[in-house]
């Protein structure tokens, strides 16, 4: 019903930039809070950043200061920033979505099939 499609992700050396992007479509009447996940391997997917319908953010401590997530309401996308990337911040970025369908439904958590970031010299 709502596919979640992530792009921007690639190699990148130490210190440098990338900027996500992550687009939804579908059966879409409100999107309430989208974000960012990521999974390094050999480790639990963990949360990156998260915004809500009323641009409200949280991010984690990891990458509080490097980077910044955004949302275009209009376009039903949502961006992360990421600066002075890291090694330690390779790790394929998942987006999700928390949807409402429809007036009145219930809400749908929607991943989308991530995108890998490598940050190695």
């Known amino acids: 019903q709502v596919q979640l499609v992530e792009s921007g992700g690639g190699l990148v050396q130490p210190g440098g930039s990338l900027r996500l992007s992550c687009v939804a479509s579908?059966?879409?009447?409100?999107?309430?809070?989208m974000g960012w996940y990521r999974q390094a391997p050999g480790k639990e997917r963990e949360l990156v950043a998260r915004?809500?319908?009323?641009?409200?953010?949280i991010y984690a401590d990891s990458v509080k200061g490097r980077s910044t997530i955004s949302r275009d309401d209009a376009k039903n996308t949502v961006y992360l920033q990421m600066n002075s990337l890291k090694p330690e911040d390779t790790a394929v970025y998942y987006c999700?979505?928390?949807?409402?369908?429809?007036?009145?439904?219930?809400?749908?958590?929607?991943w989308g099939q991530g995108t890998q970031v490598t940050v190695s010299a």
């Open positions: 915004i809500t319908s009323g641009h409200n953010t």
């Open positions: 999700t979505a928390l949807v409402q369908i429809q007036i009145g439904a219930q809400n749908y958590d929607f």
């Open positions: 579908g059966t879409i009447f409100n999107i309430i809070t």
